[in-house]
């Protein structure tokens, strides 16, 4: 049973550029969440996604998008990147239960994005 | 604005010697849930507790949600270095339907000497 997988592991881009992230659900799962965590911090919640749309959305500028395919795999896109985008990019997944609640979110490896 | 204040934010203790985690937070979740993240790692789910007072045992590690639904705790019994990592704990908010968001503490960082 796959769990969650992300990639790349580790990237490293420029003031300016523009990274695409990449998330692949645990087997069964159906909704994904992003997630930025500094050094030293706790994850931040950027977004989730089900069913190909954006559901919900945390305190982050429009630079941050995202997209879901019909596979449930998901992508985060940051434009114009900023120093303090440096961090941990983590995707989570989970199942949308037929009572409209989710179950747990599992986290995948994260992907280190570094911007010099 | 921080919805989750967790304590201590470091703890470096002694194998075999026991330690508690608190995350407390002013507004009230309808679960809260647990992590260990190991550096350049994901976190890890420990546990999901739901209802006010529950208390949920993980072998050495017990874990108990306040009668509010407010805040938490983690004790862990004779620690071993094994154990080492950032514990983070993580409040759900369901706000209709589906939507559901985890906002999370800064978490706690948790070293065990052999």
């Known amino acids: 049973d796959a769990g969650v997988t992300q990639s790349p592991t580790h990237l490293i881009k420029t003031r300016g550029q523009q990274v695409t992230l990449r998330c692949s659900p645990k087997?069964?799962?159906?909704?994904v969440s992003w997630y930025q965590q500094a050094l030293g911090q706790g994850p931040q919640f950027i977004f989730q996604?089900?069913?190909?749309?954006?559901?919900q959305r945390g305190n982050f500028p429009d630079r941050f998008s995202g997209h879901q395919f019909p596979n449930y795999s998901s992508e985060l896109n940051v434009n114009a990147l900023l120093l303090g985008d440096s961090a941990l990019y983590l995707c989570?997944?989970?199942?949308?239960?037929?009572?409209?609640?989710?179950?747990?979110?599992?986290f995948g490896p994260g992907t280190r994005l570094l911007v010099l | 604005t921080q919805l989750l204040e967790q304590s201590p934010q470091f703890l470096s203790i002694q194998e075999g010697e026991n330690l508690t985690v608190y995350c407390n937070s002013s507004?009230?979740?309808?679960?809260l849930q647990w992590y260990r993240q190991e550096p350049g790692e994901g976190p890890v789910l420990l546990v999901t507790?739901?209802?006010?007072?529950e208390v949920k045992k993980l072998k050495r590690l017990t874990f108990q949600f306040g009668d509010a639904r407010k805040d938490s705790s983690l004790h862990i019994t004779a620690a071993q270095p094994g154990d080492t990592g950032l514990y983070l704990c993580?409040?759900?908010?369901?706000?209709?339907?589906?939507?559901?968001?985890?906002?999370f503490g800064k978490g706690t960082l948790l070293t065990v000497n052999p």
């Open positions: 507790v739901v209802t006010g007072g």
């Open positions: 996604y089900y069913e190909e749309e954006e559901r």
């Open positions: 989570a997944s989970s199942l949308e239960l037929t009572s409209g609640q989710q179950e747990t979110q599992y």
């Open positions: 507004s009230v979740f309808s679960s």
């Open positions: 087997s069964g799962h159906d909704t």
């Open positions: 993580a409040g759900a908010k369901w706000s209709g339907g589906s939507n559901y968001k985890l906002t």
